[in-house]
Structures are given as C-alpha cells and as structure tokens.
Nanobody, 118 residues
Framework: QVQLVESGGGLVQPGGSLRLSCAAS????????MGWYRQAPGKERDLVAT???????NYGDSLKGRFTISRDGAKNTVYLQMNSLQPEDTSVYYC????????????WGLGTQVTVSS
C-alpha cells in the first residue's frame, strides 16, 4: 500500500503563488508516477499534472506555463508550484500515485484546499 500526505494549501490572492507538497510512504518502490488532480464543487476531478520516475511530465489543458510539477526522489516527495493563480484555480487538490505492481494501482491523498480570492 501507498500513503500520500499533502501540504501547502491555503488562501491566496489572485496573481499569487503557492507550492503544494505530497510525501509518499509505504510501498514506494512500486510507484511509477505521481501527480496532482483537482476538483471544484460540483465538478469532476481533473488532471493538473503528473510526473514519472524518469521525470516525464504531463499537464492538464492550459496549465503548463503557470504550474510546474517536480519531484525529489530521495524524499519520495512531489511538488506543485502554482503561479499567477486565479479564482478559477480554487479547488481541492489531490495527490495521486500510480503503483502498477500493487493492488489497487491508484492511490489518493485526502486533499488540500486551495482558495484564490481577494
């Protein structure tokens, strides 16, 4: 099993920045990719960004350029740097890990609230 713990959410003004962190523990040897999804009230959970163990990244539509995902393999931690935040970025942000050798394959953190408001 894999456990994920997010941190770094909060309230920020439009145009501001936040950095989210997600630390993985447990069967970390089995993780092939980690990332972030977000879900606003009444909406589906959408991809923000993912990063593989080899460093390959993938971003949701229109987020690349404002958001940057990175990882620290030694700390089993993935980060999401979010710049130029706008009110429409307000969501609960969930950390995600994919572990193809385990069952289940997909793991989620409890989420961290990001609110962009003046």
């Amino acid at each position: 099993q894999v456990q994920l713990v997010e941190s770094g959410g909060g309230l920020v003004q439009p145009g501001g920045s936040l950095r989210l962190s997600c630390a993985a523990s447990g069967s970390i040897f089995a993780i092939s990719a980690m990332g972030w999804y977000r879900q606003a009230p009444g909406k589906e959970r959408d991809l923000v960004a993912t990063i593989t163990n080899s460093g390959r990244t993938n971003y949701g539509d229109s987020l690349k350029g404002r958001f940057t995902i990175s990882r620290d393999g030694a700390k089993n931690t993935v980060y999401l740097q979010m710049n130029s935040l706008q009110p429409e970025d307000t969501s609960v942000y969930y950390c995600y890990a994919k572990a193809p050798l385990l069952h289940p394959v997909d793991y989620w953190g409890l989420g961290t609230q990001v609110t962009v408001s003046s």
